[in-house]
C-alpha cells in the first residue's frame, strides 16, 4: 500500500471507543481480546497506567501500554506491557514514536528507567527494540 509518513500519525491516549481497533491489534499480538472487554480495561485504567494509540485518519494502527511497576529490590520502574503496530504500516517508525511516547509518559511520571518484556521467539520485535537501545537482561 501507500507509504504514510510518520508525521501523519497523532499519538494520543487511548479512549473508550478505541476499544474495537485495540482489540484487532491485539489479536496479531496473538492476545485476543473481546471489544468490549478492552473498553472495559480502559476505562479502569489508574494514574500508574496509560495506553497510547498512533492514529490516521480517524483510524487507530497501533497502541503501546505502559505501566509502573514496584519492586523492593529495584524500586519503581515502567514497564512496557505490549506494543502492537498494524501489519499494513510496519517498519515506517510508528513503532519508535509509540516507545517514545511511552518512555515520556515514564519520565513524566519521575521514572527514568523503561523495561519491556519480549518473546525471544519473535525476532522481528526483538531486533526491533535492541535497535531502539534496549539491552537484553
Known amino acids: 500500500g501507500d507509504?504514510?509518513?510518520?508525521?501523519?500519525f497523532q499519538i494520543r491516549e487511548a479512549r473508550p471507543e478505541d476499544a474495537?481497533?485495540?482489540?484487532?491489534l491485539s489479536a496479531e499480538l496473538g492476545y485476543p481480546a473481546l471489544p468490549e472487554v478492552m473498553r472495559e480495561r480502559i476505562h479502569s485504567l489508574t494514574a500508574e497506567h496509560a495506553v497510547f494509540v498512533a492514529?490516521?485518519?480517524?483510524?487507530v494502527l497501533g497502541w503501546i501500554?505502559?505501566?509502573l511497576s514496584f519492586h523492593l529490590q529495584?524500586?519503581?520502574?515502567?514497564e512496557i506491557g505490549g506494543l502492537v503496530v498494524d501489519s499494513s504500516v510496519r517498519s515506517q517508525g510508528l513503532?519508535?514514536?509509540?516507545l517514545a511516547r511511552a518512555e515520556e509518559w515514564a519520565a513524566?511520571?519521575?521514572v527514568q528507567e523503561v523495561l519491556l518484556r519480549s518473546n525471544a521467539k519473535r525476532t522481528d520485535a526483538h531486533?526491533?527494540?535492541?535497535?531502539?537501545r534496549y539491552t537484553q537482561l
Open 127 to 132: 531486533r526491533f527494540y535492541l535497535r531502539e
Open 108 to 110: 513524566s511520571k519521575g
Open 3 to 8: 507509504r504514510l509518513s510518520t508525521r501523519e
Open 55 to 59: 492514529e490516521n485518519d480517524g483510524k
Open 74 to 78: 529495584s524500586g519503581t520502574r515502567a
Open 95 to 98: 513503532g519508535s514514536r509509540l
Open 65 to 67: 501500554d505502559v505501566g
Open 20 to 24: 474495537d481497533s485495540l482489540s484487532q
